[in-house]
Every structure is written in C-alpha cells, then in structure tokens.
C-alpha cells in the first residue's frame, strides 16, 4: 500500500495550491480518503474526508468555502484545490486511506494507511 503526498509549497496569503495524493498496491475504490494536516507545535487534525464514490464529503470548519476535495477513481487519485489560503492554513498536509466508521470520519484512528506528508506555508 502506497500513498504520494505532492503539491505543497510556499504561496502567498490568498493564494491557491492543489494537493495530489496517488494511490497504488490496493483496491483504492474500496477505501475512504483523508486529508490532514499538522502545524508546527499542534496536534494533527482532519481537513477533509471524501466518501469511496464521492458522494459524501466532509471539512474542518474552517475550510469549508475555501477548500474543495475531489477524487478520480480511474486515476487512484485525490485531489485537494485549496484557494483563499491563510497563514494559519500554514502546515504539513497528509492523506491517508480507511474505512472510518462515522464517528471517525475527521479521526486519525479511522484510517490505516498513511502517506508521507507535503508542506504547505503561506507567508508572504
């Protein structure tokens, strides 16, 4: 099982970037996918969740209106476009696979298989 964080690095307030985290070494459409981050000295926490299908989507707070999760299954590929970005978005991001029960769906404990982290800074 693999999964490949990129798309991070250094932008401007108010600027954009899209996360890419590919997947390989299993049945990507069977699992749900995760992103989350880790700022430096805080806890790690759940950005957003996307459903096998897609049809069922979830974000932290306070990035709802500023990022949006999409996946392509033909391409074992999900995306993060992040846009409006702020300082305190400043953080390395992660995506992980699982099949998180509900209550799990922003937790760390709901998903199994993690990718190496992509850092994201927003500084001008």
């Known amino acids: 099982v693999q999964l490949q964080a990129s798309g991070g690095g250094l932008v401007q307030p108010g600027g954009s970037l899209r996360l890419s985290c590919a997947a390989s070494?299993?049945?990507?459409?069977?699992?749900?996918i995760g992103w989350f981050r880790q700022a430096p000295g805080k806890v790690l926490e759940g950005v957003s969740c996307?459903?096998?299908?897609?049809?069922?989507?979830s974000y932290l707070d306070s990035v709802k209106g500023r990022f949006t999760v999409s996946r392509d299954n033909t391409k074992d590929t999900v995306y993060l476009q992040m846009n409006s970005l702020k300082p305190e978005d400043t953080a390395v991001y992660y995506c992980?696979?699982?099949?998180?029960?509900?209550?799990?769906?922003?937790?760390?404990?709901?998903?199994?298989?993690w990718g190496q982290g992509t850092l994201v800074t927003v500084s001008s």
């Open positions: 992980a696979a699982g099949t998180p029960i509900i209550s799990e769906i922003m937790k760390s404990s709901g998903f199994g298989y």
């Open positions: 996307i459903s096998r299908w897609g049809d069922s989507i």
């Open positions: 070494g299993f049945a990507f459409d069977e699992f749900e």
